[in-house]
């Protein structure tokens, strides 16, 4: 056995270092141990796994080349990493942007809809003012147009013809009814559209307009009893309602029919009810006000019965009953 590097053949075969991976042997002076110490040390150390000068420079060299690819991945990955980290902070810088943004939104939607309850408030109470006037505008109309009839009439029930004169039909009626009649008694007569056209009378004053009523309470009058030749038929003299008042009117009246009520009449332009014959009268203005004024349904039966009873024995109570209707 010789030395790998200087060729010379060792004395004793354990002399020397041996490479653990080549397995050649070399002089201590011969390789980087140097000195017989220095291969003394190695021995009682390292002997298994010492390397020869040509093997260790390999392994370093791969170490090495480890090492450096290491460093290069390490480097790449902190790069990688703070690219990552800078592009989340300017994620979250954004978010933080994106959420105050949208707070500030908010509290604006927020104050925006604070001030439009507000105003919904101060409207709905406007609003419920305005209601109530208009309410009481609306009465006062109705009272105006039915004030602007106070001295009317309207009779129905006289068949129109051809070239009839207003004016003598009138005088043939208050013949009829007993009152007495002059054409100075009446501003204007003249039929009006409407079912048989009724004849609606203003009179000059109001005196003889309630002179008119009062004499036709209660009669029956037929076209027959004029002294003028018209088709047989009832006529009927009442107030000139407004077509408010009217329908206030038919409304009572139909409740009459169902035993919820038991009078009602106009009276100076008024639509009055009576609930029962024993309670006194109210006056009605709409038609809401009538069904609060009758009896509730279906728990009537027995007022209906005793208050027809009581209307077919006492008669009505007012100038224009029901009866004298159609
Ligand atoms: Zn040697
Ligand atoms: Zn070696």
């Known amino acids: 056995m010789s030395c790998a590097k200087c060729n010379v053949a060792f004395a004793n075969p354990n002399d020397g270092a041996q490479c ?6 070399f002089h201590a002076a011969c390789c980087r141990i140097r000195t017989a110490q220095n291969l003394k040390t190695m021995k009682s150390k390292q002997a298994s796994t010492w390397c020869c000068d040509t093997c260790a420079t390999d392994e370093s060299v791969g170490l090495i080349g480890m090492l450096t690819s290491l460093k290069t991945d390490i480097a790449a990955t902190r790069k990688e990493n703070s690219d990552n ?23 604006d939607i927020e104050m925006e809809n604070k001030k439009l309850k507000q105003e919904c408030d101060a409207l709905n109470t406007e609003n419920k003012i305005k209601s109530e006037k208009i309410f009481d505008l609306q009465c006062d109309v109705h009272e105006l147009q039915q004030y ?16 009839e004169n207003i004016y003598i039909i009138l005088e043939a009626v208050a013949e009829v009814i007993g009152v007495q009649y002059s054409r100075s008694y009446i501003s204007i007569a003249h039929r009006v559209n409407g079912k048989q056209n009724p004849i609606i009378v203003q009179f000059t004053s109001r005196s003889m307009q309630a002179e008119w009523l009062a004499a036709a309470k209660g009669k029956r009058i037929n ?9 047989s038929a009832s006529i009927y003299i009442n107030e000139h309602l407004t077509a408010h008042n009217k329908s206030v009117l038919m409304a009572a009246k139909t409740l009459i029919r169902e035993h919820r009520l038991a009078f009602a009449w106009s009276q100076g332009g008024r639509i009055m009810v009576r609930r029962t014959a024993e309670e006194k ?16 349904p279906r728990q009537h039966d027995r007022a209906g019965e005793s208050a027809e009873m009581l209307r077919d024995s006492r008669g009505h109570p007012s100038r224009t009953s029901s009866s004298n209707t159609p």
């Open 148 to 163: 602007t009839r106070r001295s009317n009439i309207e009779i129905k029930g006289v068949p129109k013809t051809k070239e």
């Open 223 to 231: 076209t027959r009893d004029l002294r003028i030749s018209l088709e």
């Open 85 to 107: 980290f800078t592009s989340l902070k300017a994620s979250i810088s954004s978010v933080e942007e994106s959420i105050k943004d949208i707070t500030k939104r908010l509290t």
């Open 281 to 296: 009268a109210v006056r009605v203005m709409f038609i809401s006000d009538v069904e609060n004024a009758a009896l509730p």
């Open 20 to 25: 653990s991976k080549c397995d050649q042997r």
